[in-house]
């Protein structure tokens, strides 16, 4: 017999709003992702920037870069645009991982400009 024992549970800000996750189901994401990542061309030793508010979501890009041996770089959403670029930058992030606008949980994935 199979435990799905809860792994994440998240509170968010408005009523009614919160999300759980069990540890298959992270596991389940977390190597989808690493895939998505592998098949971008991330490798071992690669940096990836992390440009996302605390959702769930934000565990398993991390997880993720754990996974495959990337690096992640996560950049805190308070900064401005000259000092987020900068940080991505200096990071020589190979790919940056925003949430989706509107409070959409899709996860967009930029290559960062080059100077």
Request: net charge positive.
């Amino acid at each position: 017999m199979v435990v799905a024992r809860l792994h994440l549970c998240r509170e968010g800000n408005e009523e009614g709003e919160s999300s759980t996750i069990t540890y298959a189901e992270l596991l389940r994401q977390v190597c989808r992702f690493a895939n998505v990542l592998k098949a971008l061309g991330i490798k071992k030793g690669d940096t990836v920037a992390v440009y996302m508010p605390m959702v769930v979501e934000l565990c398993v890009v991390m997880l993720a870069c754990a996974r495959i041996g990337a690096i992640h770089s996560v950049i805190f959403a308070g900064f401005s645009s000259e000092a987020l670029a900068a940080r991505i930058l200096d990071a020589r992030s190979n790919v940056v991982i925003v949430a989706g606008s509107s409070g959409s949980r899709a996860l967009l994935l930029l290559p960062p400009a080059t100077a």
